[in-house]
């Protein structure tokens, strides 16, 4: 038998309409099953789905999806989430918890903008064939930084973090998805994020494109909150180390026409970092999409 679900689209990490990077969210979605799940996030067709359902240890849970898998957490799609349920008038408080699959965040509204808390900062050495790398992503082994390192990231989602020189190697980047779990030897399914430190706005600090995983049914995600966040953690171990807070801006998008920015805290405790990201989002319209 058909049924129906309302997808409601947000582009997060922009004040305009179809910038940034845009998620689809589902609200009341305990009655669906994962299976139902998935084929509402390849239908929808957007780098991430959200599904947002009741949790035991949060204010709420959710569920992420790209069209091909599901994901244990998605930056844009839990401010997605957030400012859905705020014009709804459903959020529990002015700071809330969500549940996800790499553990429990804190979330809360800063002004007009949403503030996720990511989880601390992880990173593992890359030991994979450079010139193969750069390959995949359309460059040569010339273009990358001189100095900096390649290095897998996470704050909750891995990604592979590879220092670029230029900003105009960007524009020349053209990803070969089928080739990067060859290259990828430890974390054959994790996406590429190349960055660079020059900028095309003066108030940005980070360029950075992101390529996604080719078993998650998408090519390239337009702005990236989790990876954003891992960049501010690279930054201050990595680029500019000693600091006890720095506040980043992180531009992505603008080779593809999703111009986004992510603002990035990042607070250093004792040993470790506390990172948080930070962004704004648009409401762009409703759709209905059919499942069985």
Not at 7 to 24: E, I, Q
Not at 45 to 65: C, H, L, P, Q, W
Not at 80 to 92: D, T
């Amino acid at each position: 038998m058909e049924q129906s679900v309302q997808v409601m689209h947000w582009d997060v990490f922009s004040k305009k309409k179809h910038k940034g990077n845009p998620a689809g969210v589902v609200l009341d979605a305990d009655l669906l099953s994962e299976e139902q799940m998935q084929l509402i996030a390849k239908k929808v067709g957007f780098n991430e789905t959200s599904f947002v359902v009741g949790s035991d240890v949060a204010d709420f849970r959710i569920r992420y999806f790209t069209p091909g898998h599901e994901m244990n957490m998605c930056g844009h799609a839990t401010m997605a989430v957030s400012f859905a349920l705020q014009i709804k008038g459903r959020l529990p408080a002015k700071k809330w918890t969500v549940e996800t699959k790499a553990g429990i965040v804190s979330v809360s509204f800063d002004g007009t903008s949403c503030r996720m808390q990511q989880l601390n900062p992880t990173f593992q050495c890359f030991s994979g064939d450079e010139n193969q790398l750069m390959n995949s992503i359309g460059l040569l082994k010339e273009d990358l930084h001189e100095t900096l390192p390649i290095v897998y990231g996470s704050t909750g989602i891995w990604t592979l973090l590879v220092p670029i020189r230029t900003l105009d190697a960007f524009s020349r980047m053209k990803p070969s998805q089928s080739e990067f779990p060859n290259i990828l030897h430890e974390m054959p399914q994790v996406s590429i994020h190349p960055f660079c430190l020059e900028t095309v706005s003066p108030e940005a600090d980070m360029h950075a494109r992101h390529f996604s995983s080719p078993y998650s049914g998408t090519i390239e995600d337009a702005v990236t909150g989790t990876a954003s966040g891992v960049m501010g953690g690279y930054y201050a171990t990595y680029i500019k180390p000693g600091k006890d807070m720095y506040s980043l801006v992180v531009e992505q998008g603008i080779e593809i026409g999703k111009d986004g920015q992510v603002i990035v805290e990042v607070e250093k405790q004792g040993t470790h970092l506390d990172i948080a990201i930070k962004g704004t989002a648009t409401y762009v319209d409703q759709m209905i999409i059919t499942y069985k």
